[in-house]
């Protein structure tokens, strides 16, 4: 089956930066998406990785092996809005997504 | 501004009622697709459209029906057969021209059925 591990819940530092982990078994793979989701709210879209390698945007970055089947999610100088659930998913080899039930990161003062 | 517009926000209704959730975008995006969120779980899909007056079950559609007469607009119905409704839902679409393109999500509709 498919399947997509993602930490339930984190707690960090306003301030610090945190790592978010993603491993994936899909049949198949054509990219990897990063989303937030503050409570009660829709998903958005935070990054997209179909190659190797570590692709930075502001704060957040976001990583991909496809040999070792993992991403993370890596967020710099945390700030109390960055408290949310971050949702990693995976295009399969017919482009369903698969999605993790995601993480919810807690950012204490 | 450009978006997904999912109303209402809050519906409660009682078992044994069909409810339809409705789903609305200016985004000219062909693609449309209905997600059901619940507590500890991924977002599964009940229901994709990638044209007008054509659509595709999902994982999960039983209980369910839509339909595409509009290319903004894209309403979910939960039947009575759906045995546990209540759930955060979520309409998304996504525009033409590539498989990866990342989804622009509506703001949900949060159903509860008592």
């Known amino acids: 089956g498919q399947n997509i591990d993602q930490p339930t819940e984190m707690t960090a530092t306003e301030g610090a930066i945190v790592q978010i982990n993603c491993t994936y078994q899909?049949?198949?793979?054509?990219?990897l998406f990063w989303y937030q989701q503050h409570a009660g709210e829709a998903p958005t879209f935070l990054s997209y990785?179909?190659l190797d390698g570590l692709e930075e945007k502001g704060r957040f970055s976001s990583f991909l092996s496809r040999s070792k089947g993992y991403s993370y999610l890596l967020l710099k100088e945390l700030q109390m809005k960055d408290s949310a659930s971050y949702l990693c998913?995976?295009?399969?080899?017919?482009?369903?997504?698969?999605w993790g039930a995601g993480t919810k990161l807690i950012i204490k003062p | 501004d450009g978006g997904i517009t999912q109303s209402p926000k809050y519906l409660f209704r009682k078992e044994g009622q069909n409810v339809t959730l409705s789903c609305e975008q200016n985004?000219?995006?062909?693609?449309m697709y209905w997600y059901r969120q619940d507590p500890g779980q991924g977002l599964r899909l009940i229901y994709y459209?990638?044209?007008?007056?054509?659509?595709q079950k999902g994982d999960i559609a039983e209980g369910y029906s839509v339909s595409r007469e509009k290319k903004e607009s894209f309403p979910l119905t939960v039947t009575s057969a759906q045995k546990n409704p209540t759930a955060f839902y979520l309409c998304?679409?996504?525009?033409?021209?590539?498989?990866?393109?990342?989804?622009?999500f509506g703001n949900g509709t949060r159903l509860t059925v008592t």
């Open positions: 985004l000219n995006h062909d693609a």
């Open positions: 998913a995976v295009l399969d080899s017919n482009y369903q997504l698969i």
């Open positions: 990785n179909v």
């Open positions: 899909t049949s198949g793979f054509n990219g």
């Open positions: 459209s990638q044209i007008v007056n054509d659509f």
């Open positions: 998304a679409s996504t525009p033409p021209g590539s498989n990866s393109s990342p989804l622009h």
